[in-house]
């Protein structure tokens, strides 16, 4: 327990904004594959990083074992990137979880998303990590990656943190991350810290801290409608950080030196004029010696290059 | 104590980047107006939000009262933006720092900046606040907006909560803000939990998570060669505030409603296809007085003209 990400490799490129899809149905309620293929390619182009097909919000638990299949059928032909997709492929029964998973492996479906059997309440932690452990067994398929999904509201079944290590540690390579869409507080937070998963609220209301807290994203219903705005507000806050670090890195590499004559020394070298490297008593001019090695210290980040076509250096 | 920014407007408009700009010397070691005038220039059309004219790193200790104000004369009569300003105007002397405050105020400045006498050391808390309510009383100009500044490790005098305390319960609209390049930690989040002031962190290896701290951005001296950069992280973890906002409203709206059937309603408007309003027993659809109740509802949401462009709505 207690382990980083960095303790394994992540075991799937699931991340980001990812958008629990619309069935689109046709006028006799079945699935319509080619609105289907299309929603999820807007989506995509929308922004979005991923789609789970067939979860709650796909009324999945509301389509036989036979219409889930097919539909996940049609996508996988369209084209569309399978790497960018997870499936729900949990049911009631045992051998659906198992025919829909093997299915989704097979085909080349990046994630199975896979609530517990949600028809019997007060279930056992021992019995839903048989679940689990019993699903990856028959699946038998080294390409499993699998999403726990909590949302006991639906379910009536809480996947605890001792489900999810049993499972883990029976099967690292497969259990891949976790949905939490219960809204508990502090249960994402608490695997997010506890697990390598890659974890995912129910919410896009998490995004703008999501990477602080651990997470790996989102995986919401609204993202079909608000999806622009939610990869807006994933790019920026990661736009953000990843300029936060290059940005400490130049002021690090900076203070390394007599803070005032460096940065004269770069002033004279930004504009070209030596007049710059004047300083006032007591401070003293940086020599020519460390302002060639600030400058090379300066390159060496990443930053640099932005600063130097802003500076027209 | 233990006011929050709410308690009272804020007292100037300074906030975000602002640079300690250098200062530009001649030959003879005078400051280069001119050159000043330009750097200036080019700091704030680089993303710059505010200058810190004559700071630490503007080397203004080592500049006479006549040097100083020359300079920002000359700054004031260029057309800068006196109102993205702030001087650094402490001095040694008492008199000297009352002669150079009176004169940024009167020329425009929106802050002065103070950093308090730096040459008698282990002075107590009562001689500090002493030195602010005289400096402040005999500058008796109510237009001054005073920063506090705390650099102990150069001015030999930690500017406790207790002495900021005492001068903004004395001068509610004058204390405007601190900054702090101390370092230490805790102590521009403690000021910045208790006080209705701008607290200024000296270093931008804060901006990132700067607002959700309490901070109105940075004062610092790497900005000189960094501003693109600092410029970037500062606004886009502000975009990612704001989106996330938008994002947060749009899905509360949406989430009143029964979510499949309010997600196929208005996927039914996106896709101008009632094909969409189909939904699986035992959900049920979204009456039409809902669904333009729904639409009426996103439509008062400011993230709404942004969606409504990204569906082509």
Redesign the interface.
Known sequence: MNRTRSAKEPPTELSGVICAA?T????T?EP?AS?AVA?CRRLLR?GCDGINLLG??G?AA??SVGQRTSLMRAVAQSGLPLECFMVGTGASALADAVELTREAVALGYAGALVIPPFYYKNVSDDGVAAFYRALIERVADDRLRLYFYNFPQLSGVRISAAVIAEVEAAYPAVAAGIKDSSGEPGYADDLAARFALAVFPG???F???GR?RGFAGCI???V???????A??WR??D???A??G???A??AA??RYP??PA??Y??SV?GA?A??L??????APLGPDDGRALLADLERCA?YA??AE??AL
Request: without cysteine; glycine residues 2%.
């Open positions: 619309l689109p149905l046709d006028a309620l319509d609105a929603h929308l709650t919000t009324e509301s389509l919410s896009e209301a995004l703008l801290d602080a919401s219903a609204t079909n409608v608000s999806a622009p705005l939610a807006r507000v920026a806050a736009d953000a950080r300029a936060q290059e940005l400490t130049i002021r900076i203070a803070m005032v940065l004269r770069l002033a930004i004029d007049a710059w004047r300083v006032l008593p007591p401070q930053g932005e600063l802003a500076f």
